[in-house]
């Protein structure tokens, strides 16, 4: 192919010659002054390609921002949950504590068979000042802790009275001093009296005096006091418990069975 040589100023200023059209068409020959064109972007440009370049840098910055404030957000999202699910087992176990148990070890009972006074220094639980006083009774009571996290103190000087064939047999009171262990278990005797010999029957003595199995009940008000690093509550009770005692009260009775049961 033949070369053409580059246009030089001389051509530049020469005018152009139309190309050759077919018959029945016209043309337009517009010329522009080679000093327009631009050949270097005016500074308009320039600021407007920065702004366009800063905002794409922007959008894609944005995504990593979300995604680095996600990764921050998650791990302390889990640790406030672990928190609040600690606090609020802490809650359901430490504010509602479940109440001791009771239990009758023994029951014992003396000046059954007469009214007359056997040992004068042996204490007891009436307060009558008469040589001949009512028969009196003394049960055992094992009051244990059911909450390791708690340290319960029992409150004594609680009402209390004792049961036999439906009919109120001795009263008395809890001990107004009740000295439990660390771990918040007790054992303690409950005084109970009766009121006089005629309270109590010959034929109701005689058969608390027999070696065959009775059933009795012990009904008693205790105060309890449960603490913790977290808790402190005082708690009124009240304590029934039913059991059968084999042999006799004065001598050797022994509970063949209990079931005690608290109302609060």
Same mark, same amino acid.
């Given at each position: 192919?033949?070369?053409?040589?580059?246009?030089?100023?001389?051509?530049?200023?020469?005018?152009?010659?139309?190309?050759?059209?077919?018959?029945?068409?016209?043309?337009?020959?517009?010329?522009?002054?080679?000093?327009?064109?631009?050949?270097?972007?005016?500074?308009?440009?320039?600021?407007?390609?920065?702004?366009?370049?800063?905002?794409?840098?922007?959008?894609?910055?944005?995504?990593?921002?979300?995604?680095?404030?996600?990764?921050?957000? %998650?791990?302390?999202?889990?640790?406030? =949950?672990?928190? #609040?699910?600690?606090?609020? /087992?802490? &809650?359901?176990?430490?504010? +509602?504590?479940?109440?001791?148990?009771?239990?009758?070890?023994?029951?014992?009972?003396?000046?059954?068979?007469?009214? %007359?006074?056997?040992?004068?220094?042996? =204490?007891?639980? #009436?307060?009558?000042?008469? /040589?001949? &006083?009512?028969?009196?009774? +003394?049960?055992?009571?094992?009051?244990?802790n059911r909450n390791p996290w708690l340290t319960m103190n029992y409150c004594g000087g609680g009402a209390a009275s004792l049961e036999f064939k439906d009919r109120r047999i001795a009263r008395g009171r809890a001990p107004a001093t009740i000295n439990g262990n660390d771990e918040g278990n007790a054992n303690f005797t409950v005084c109970l009296a009766g009121n006089g010999t005629a309270a109590?029957?010959?034929?109701?003595?005689?058969?608390?005096?027999?070696?065959?199995?009775?059933?009795?009940?012990?009904?008693?008000?205790?105060?309890?006091?449960?603490?913790?690093?977290?808790?402190?509550?005082?708690?009124?009770?009240?304590?029934?418990?039913?059991?059968?005692?084999?042999?006799?009260?004065?001598?050797?009775?022994?509970?063949?069975?209990?079931?005690?049961?608290?109302?609060?």
């Amino acid at each position: 192919m033949e070369e053409r040589p580059p246009p030089s100023d001389t051509d530049a200023d020469a005018p152009i010659r139309p190309l050759p059209l077919p018959p029945g068409h016209e043309a337009y020959v517009v010329q522009f002054p080679l000093d327009s064109v631009c050949r270097v972007p005016p500074p308009d440009h320039a600021r407007i390609v920065e702004e366009h370049t800063r905002k794409t840098a922007l959008k894609l910055s944005q995504p990593r921002r979300r995604r680095f404030h996600c990764s921050l957000a %998650l791990p302390i999202f889990l640790i406030v =949950s672990v928190l #609040s699910l600690a606090v609020l /087992t802490a &809650r359901s176990t430490l504010y +509602r504590p479940l109440t001791p148990s009771f239990h009758v070890t023994y029951i014992r009972a003396y000046n059954l068979t007469n009214n %007359l006074i056997s040992n004068s220094n042996s =204490s007891s639980c #009436s307060s009558s000042n008469s /040589t001949r &006083r009512p028969p009196e009774f +003394r049960v055992g009571i094992r009051a244990g802790n059911r909450n390791p996290w708690l340290t319960m103190n029992y409150c004594g000087g609680g009402a209390a009275s004792l049961e036999f064939k439906d009919r109120r047999i001795a009263r008395g009171r809890a001990p107004a001093t009740i000295n439990g262990n660390d771990e918040g278990n007790a054992n303690f005797t409950v005084c109970l009296a009766g009121n006089g010999t005629a309270a109590l029957p010959k034929a109701v003595k005689e058969r608390l005096g027999s070696e065959s199995e009775k059933y009795m009940e012990l009904a008693m008000d205790l105060t309890v006091e449960m603490r913790s690093l977290l808790r402190n509550e005082e708690l009124k009770l009240q304590i029934f418990c039913d059991f059968k005692v084999r042999n006799s009260l004065a001598k050797n009775a022994k509970i063949s069975w209990q079931s005690c049961v608290i109302g609060l």
